[in-house]
């Protein structure tokens, strides 16, 4: 949303300068700005007009959305894909808890292809958990490897994911994680090995997925906040990041 003092300061503007003079041609060629990114320019009963700006979205969390200016739309891959969350939510009331469930931006690149490197049945993943606030600074790993990965629906199909299973915590804190290609991701943990404090407000809280090569970030910035020093930290709605990692 644009702030009103942009909006204030442009009427203002307006109001001293008037209207932006027409630009007079005589063919479409005369119109050319030389940039495809704020629309095209024509030609019109001898007056330049633009069309609508390009809208550079490929709708894959693992490219950056760009315009240049010659050639148009440009999505180069990043070094990681930003995902967005419904819910990132730290506890520590009676035990350390952690839960994270993000919105279905976990696709295209940002989901881990069966039978690959980045396959977590055959090779394992990750997630790491960590916070660079002021007075309240932690950064774990926790291991979720291969083992206790296994397959869920068919392959190829609109409903084949991965599940984790770690009930126990055997093998670390991560005791179940859920991952869908185009679905939400769910994933709970528990027990002392998470290792983080809620003694200050961790955000912006980190949060790295790796399967293989594979890097799926989240950030708890611009979402919707909750902090109960010592009991909770809690963020709804969280949009993905900026970059990654």
């Known amino acids: 949303m644009r702030r009103l003092s942009s909006v204030f300061g442009a009427v203002a503007l307006l109001a001293v300068a008037g209207p932006l003079p027409a630009r007079a041609c005589t063919t479409d060629a005369d119109c050319d700005n030389g940039n495809v990114c704020d629309g095209v320019e024509y030609c ?19 490219t950056q959305n760009t315009c240049d200016p010659t050639l148009g739309c440009q999505f180069p891959a990043t070094a990681g894909c930003m995902v967005g969350a419904v819910r990132m939510k730290l506890g520590s009331r009676t035990e350390l808890r952690v839960l994270l469930v993000t919105d279905d931006n976990l696709r295209a690149g940002a989901f881990p292809p069966a039978n690959g490197p980045d396959d977590p049945v055959l090779h394992g993943a990750s997630l790491r958990l960590y916070s660079n606030a002021a007075g309240n600074t932690f950064d774990n790993t926790y291991g979720m ?10 392959l190829g199909s609109s409903h084949f994911g991965y599940i984790y299973k770690d009930q126990k915590g055997t093998v670390g804190p991560i005791r ?3 991952v869908r ?16 404090t809620l003694g200050g407000n961790p955000h912006p809280l980190h949060m790295e997925f790796r399967f293989g090569n594979l ?4 950030v708890s910035g611009g979402a919707q906040l ?6 909770t930290f809690q963020a709804l709605h969280v949009p993905p990041p900026a970059t990654c990692p």
């Open 44 to 62: 019109q009963a001898g007056v330049c007009f633009n069309r609508p700006p390009l809208v550079c979205d490929d709708s894959d969390p693992c």
């Open 145 to 154: 490897p291969g083992t206790n990965w296994f397959y869920l629906g068919t």
């Open 176 to 178: 179940v994680a859920v």
């Open 181 to 196: 290609n185009g679905k939400p991701t769910k994933m709970k943990g528990s027990g002392p090995l998470l290792n983080f």
């Open 215 to 218: 890097v799926d970030c989240l």
């Open 226 to 231: 909750k902090f109960d020093p010592g009991i």
